[in-house]
């Protein structure tokens, strides 16, 4: 048993570095062969009650796809049905059993299968045989158990491809068109070339990628090495006199190795086997850096850092060479395990087509940027080895899917929904001047969700009328270390000037969770319980200082300042915020800088607010309900996990309570209110908070046009009714549907057209 545990380890690990999900899947079956010394490892995969054989290691190569079994028929059928194990000692004589000549499987009579089941749905089964009658071990099929739990925690892509046989167009060369499935994370749609993100500048970070051009990646390889020939023989030649021996000596080494045929022969074999240039490098300087550190001799064992030196040296000229020439007219997309803000800043915003993030979920930070660019996103699509550098690619953010090298039947469509979607941005246009107002006169106030200076023109072009949430992390997230008093001034100045004395929400600094710093990694085992927020910056007291004098300072002679507080659970926070507020007035007043008190407010994005706010009376002016963090707490479901982030809606019973308590708290106790969550640009909940008695929704700049549109056209009394019917529901799919069915009969139907311009009044 403790080989095979020790095996599995093995697997997994092997499978999770795989570059492809044919490679993982395949892998995985040939693995499991050869670990349990059986005579067959095939795979399953169930389709509308099919069962298809889509991968085999010791059956017919010809049966793959040929062999189909329905739900219940044969053994494998049978696993399918009952969705359990089977163990048989002599397959021909089961009263299930069914026989497929050619196949090759008639010399086998041992038969062990478990079912593969993801999210609570057969996806198919494996199945191992051996020549000799046997019945498995206890140990054996526990093996099995595992390995097919494990599959089932794959993403249902990995398999999609081994049935469509993508693995085999390829093989030919051919472009493969590729639907991937994510989550949604700002809809729209928008086509463009791949620019991957590399993931950094250090080798290490490098993910699997394959190439298509074997030659070309040889070729940018030999490059990268004579360049860093080049640069350490001058670098060498500059030092020559004030370099001691010892030093001279690490150029030498340097060089030798990066000539030695062994380390390139590495690099170059890898290269031949399909792997890029900067993933082949990765491999083999992982390889040496696992044979240094194995080493007693400590000197030798530190020579071990010399080799991943060496190593970021080739990688950055590869980078050079290997960067994707686009010119400025081109549209892009980026991909990246996580697409960070000074990602998305190194390109303007009008060449960027959309964003696909490997990790994240709809509530993840990237997302939350994509829709304040109004630029279409899909999170959470698992590995980059679909995507190749370059390629086309449609993303569109309302399927929440991809789709590589579209065919032009394909494209054309998309082209037509993004014409669409462009017209029915301009008929909202119409709406910019209007108030938004419902049918019964109750004026709400739509402000936007900013962060970047790039998205202010978009805010007041949509008709912002101020800013409801400044995230300040953001301008934090492209600076490469803290940003000093007069950088953030310079920023929030801009702000507050073109927003002329409208109100501004400024968030204080929200790090930690989903939102790190690159320059301050915060390590934690559960980072949206911990360090963030106020506490982040409470315990920072220079930091938060130097951001309060720069808010303060950036509001003299304009107005408008609202200072926000992120994370509060605890009273005691606003009070510690009041004295440092106090003491950054009194500072600025004697610098003879003179500035309005600014009205503060705490994020209710913490449930245990709820309870707080009465003792907050006479400490702050205002709430704004972060319904996003507030989801993820009442629910507990982590807004950057891609498995569980489906779970997670603002239309649970259970946030629609919380929402409505804070709501009642905060307005009885003469506070005003604003929610500024995603739960402000739905048009769906937008009907529950109206009949809450919100009055301020601040959403991102491009959402504002449509829920202006939603304001205009329904009524307050209505939306009480709405509120009233939905408490019988305690699922939030009903509560989603029930809202739609009313905004439909309103002649907002047009909402749900992605791209789909409608009668707007
Ligand atoms: C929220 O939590 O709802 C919110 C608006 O803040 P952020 O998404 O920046 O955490
Ligand atoms: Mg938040």
Request: net charge negative; glycine share 10%.
């Amino acid at each position: 048993m403790n080989n095979l545990i020790h095996s599995l380890q093995h697997l997994v690990s092997e499978a999770s570095a795989a570059s492809s999900p044919q490679k993982r899947v395949g892998g995985i079956v040939s693995q499991v062969k050869a670990l349990m010394d059986v005579g067959v490892c095939s795979l399953y995969l169930a389709d509308a009650e099919v069962m298809t054989l889509v991968a085999t290691e010791g059956l017919n190569e010809a049966s793959v796809g040929a062999i189909k079994l329905r739900m219940g028929e044969g053994l494998v059928g049978r696993i399918a049905k009952t969705q359990h194990p089977l163990n048989v000692e002599c397959a021909s004589q089961h009263p299930a059993y069914r026989s497929f000549p050619d196949s090759g499987e008639e010399q086998f009579e041992a038969f062990l299968g478990a079912p593969v089941v993801h999210g609570g749905v057969l996806v198919g089964v494996l199945v191992v045989e051996q020549r000799t009658r046997r019945k498995f071990s206890q140990e054996e099929e526990s093996f099995i158990t595992t390995v097919a739990a494990y599959l089932g925690d794959l993403d249902p892509d990995d398999f999609q491809c081994q049935r469509d046989g993508d693995l085999m167009n390829g093989l030919r060369g051919k472009p493969v068109v590729r639907r991937i499935r994510g989550v949604q994370g700002a809809s729209g749609v928008g086509i463009g070339r791949i620019v991957i993100l590399t993931g950094g500048t250090d080798l290490m970070d490098v993910t699997d990628t394959e190439t298509d051009d074997i030659q070309a990646e040889l070729k940018s390889f030999g490059r990268a090495v004579r360049a860093v020939l080049d640069d350490l023989h001058s670098g060498q030649q500059k030092l020559a006199k004030n370099i001691s021996a010892d030093v001279a000596e690490v150029f030498d080494v340097y060089r030798m190795l990066l000539q030695s045929s062994e380390f390139s022969g590495l690099v170059i074999r890898r290269i031949q086997e399909g792997n890029s240039a900067p993933a082949a490098l990765r491999a083999a300087v992982s390889e040496y850096l696992e044979k240094f550190e194995a080493m007693e001799d400590p000197y030798l064992r530190s020579r071990g850092e010399d080799i991943r030196n060496l190593g970021n040296r080739v990688y950055a000229r590869l980078r050079e060479s290997g960067e994707l020439k686009i010119s400025e007219e081109e549209k892009v997309v980026l991909v990246g395990t996580i697409v960070s803000i000074a990602d998305i800043a190194a390109y303007p915003t009008a060449q960027l087509a959309g964003i696909i993030s490997l990790e994240g979920s709809a509530l993840s930070h990237t997302a939350v940027l994509s829709k304040a660019l109004g630029l279409p996103a899909v999170m959470g699509v698992g590995h980059l080895g679909e995507f190749k550098q370059g390629q086309l690619i449609i993303v569109d953010g309302h399927q929440g899917e991809v789709i590589i090298s579209p065919p032009p039947t394909v494209l054309k469509e998309f082209e037509q929904l993004i014409y669409s979607q462009q017209a029915r941005l301009e008929q909202f246009g119409k709406l910019r001047d209007l108030p938004a107002e419902t049918s019964d006169g109750l004026r709400i106030n739509l402000l936007a969700n900013t962060g970047l200076l790039s998205d202010i023109t978009p805010g007041l072009s949509c008709g912002a009328e101020g800013i409801g949430l400044y995230r300040s992390e953001m301008p934090f997230m492209t600076s490469k270390s803290f940003p000093s008093e007069d950088e953030q001034h310079l920023v929030y100045r801009a702000v507050m000037e073109a927003y002329g004395g409208m109100p501004v929400y400024m968030r204080t600094l929200d790090i930690g969770g989903d939102k790190p710093l690159p320059y301050y990694p915060i390590e934690e085992d559960n980072p949206a319980l911990g360090w963030r927020g106020v506490r982040f910056t409470l315990d920072h007291s220079a930091l938060f200082m130097t951001q309060i004098r720069a808010m303060l300072r950036a509001s003299e002679g304009v107005g408008g300042l609202h200072i926000l507080l992120p994370m509060v659970s605890l009273v005691a926070e606003v009070d510690s915020f009041l004295v440092m507020l106090d003491s950054a007035c009194a500072q600025l007043e004697e610098e003879g800088i003179v500035i309005e008190r600014p009205r503060v407010g705490v994020m209710a994005e913490v449930p245990a607010i709820t309870s707080l706010i009465p003792f907050l009376v006479g400490k702050i002016d205002f709430v704004s309900i972060g319904t996003n963090d507030l989801s993820q707490y009442v629910l507990a479901i982590d807004r950057s996990n891609a498995r569980v982030t489906h779970l997670s809606d603002h239309l649970h019973p259970a946030v629609i309570d919380t929402v409505e308590k804070i709501v009642m708290a905060s307005l009885s106790n003469g506070m005003d209110l604003s929610v500024c969550g995603e739960m402000a640009a739905d048009p769906c909940s937008v009907v529950l908070l109206l009949a809450m008695g919100v009055e301020t929704l601040s959403m991102a700049a491009y959402g504002i046009p449509e829920i202006k549109w939603v304001v205009r056209n329904i009524s307050r009394s209505a939306s009480r009714e709405q509120l009233k019917q939905v408490r019988k529901y305690h699922h939030p799919e009903q509560i989603r549907s029930h809202l739609r069915a009313f905004l439909i009969d309103q002649g907002l139907g047009g909402i749900f057209e992605p791209g789909m311009g409608a009668m707007i009044t």
